[in-house]
C-alpha cells in the first residue's frame, strides 16, 4: 500500500534524469533487518514490483552509460556492493521481472566470509567464482569494489594502485571476462582516487553521493541512492522523486518551507 502524499509526488519521478539505487545485504523474511544497509527480501520484492509495474527501466552500470541519453525518463540502475552470498536471492528476483543489476564485489573474500570489519553485518560468506560466473551469464554486471575493502583515500599511491589493478584482474579471473565498474568503499574518494581508478582500466566508478546520477558529468564520479532496512516502496518513491536519502516527511516538509521562505524574499514587496 503506497500512501497518497508519495503517489503525489511519483508525477515527478524520473524528471532530472536515470537514478542508481544501492543495495547491500538481502535477507529471509519481511521484517526489518537490525543493520541498516540490509533490507529484507520481502521489501525487495515490493520495491521490483513497483518498478516494473511503473515501466522503470533497471539497465547495468555498464550499459547506462554506454547510451546515457537513450534510456527513458525513468532509469534505475540497480547496484550491490560487497557481494553477500544472499544476494542471489536478489538476483532471482531480478530475473524473474526481467531486470539487471550491477554488483561491486570485494575480490579478497570472494566466497568467503567478509575480512573487513563492520558492526552489525550479517553473518555469512560472499558470493563464489561458479555463482558470479553464473549470474553474469544470466545477464547481471560484476565489477570491483577492491581487494580488502579499504578507504582508497588513506592508501598512498603503490596500495590504491594494488588494491584497484589486483581486483580487477582477479574478478575478470573469475569470470573469464572483461570488468569495467568500480564502486569506491564508504564513497571514500577525491581527485587522485579518481585518477588511480581511470589509470587501473575501470571505464566508470560510483560514489555514496547523492543526486541523480549522471548529474556531474563525469562517468568516474556517478550518484546513488541508498536503501536502507526502514525503506518502503512509499519512501523509495520520494527517493526517486527528489534525489535524497532524506526523504522523511519532516525533512520534505523543512525543505518545502525554506523554498517557500526563499520564495517570499525575492518577492516585490
Known amino acids: 500500500m503506497i500512501d497518497p502524499l508519495s503517489r503525489f509526488f511519483e508525477r515527478a519521478a524520473g524528471m532530472h534524469g536515470p537514478v542508481m539505487l544501492m543495495y547491500h545485504s538481502v535477507t529471509d523474511g519481511g521484517g526489518t533487518p537490525e543493520w541498516p544497509w540490509a533490507v529484507s527480501r520481502r521489501r525487495f520484492r515490493g520495491q521490483l514490483d513497483y518498478l516494473a509495474n511503473e515501466g522503470w527501466a533497471t539497465p547495468t552500470m555498464s550499459e547506462l552509460l554506454a547510451a546515457p541519453t537513450s534510456w527513458p525518463q525513468r532509469t534505475a540502475a540497480i547496484t550491490f556492493d560487497d557481494g553477500y552470498a544472499n544476494n542471489l536471492a536478489a538476483c532471482a528476483e531480478l530475473e524473474k521481472r526481467g531486470m539487471c543489476a550491477t554488483w561491486f564485489i ?42 580488502n575493502h579499504v578507504r582508497l583515500t588513506e592508501l598512498d599511491e603503490d596500495r590504491q594502485r594494488f588494491e584497484l589493478e589486483c581486483s580487477r584482474r582477479q574478478i575478470e579471473d573469475v569470470l573469464g571476462g572483461t ?53 518502503t516502496v512509499g519512501s523509495l518513491i520520494r527517493k526517486l522523486c527528489f534525489g535524497s536519502n532524506d526523504v522523511s516527511w519532516t525533512s520534505l516538509t523543512n525543505q518545502t518551507l525554506r523554498s517557500a521562505l526563499a520564495w517570499l524574499r525575492r518577492s516585490p514587496r
Open 106 to 147: 570485494v575480490s579478497g573474500s570472494i566466497g568467503q566470509a567478509p575480512s573487513w570489519p563492520a558492526t552489525g553485518r550479517p553473518e555469512g560468506r560472499l558470493l563464489n567464482a561458479v555463482e558470479l560466473r553464473e549470474m553474469r551469464s544470466a545477464g547481471m554486471e560484476i565489477g570491483s569494489h577492491t581487494v
Open 179 to 231: 570488468v569495467r565498474s568500480f564502486a569506491y568503499p564508504y564513497g571514500a574518494w577525491d581527485d587522485a582516487c579518481v585518477t588511480e581508478v581511470r589509470e587501473a582500466g575501470y571505464q566508470s566508478a560510483c560514489t555514496t553521493r547523492t543526486g541523480w546520477a549522471l548529474r556531474d558529468g563525469n562517468p568516474f564520479l556517478l550518484r546513488r541512492l541508498t536503501v536502507f532496512n526502514t525503506d
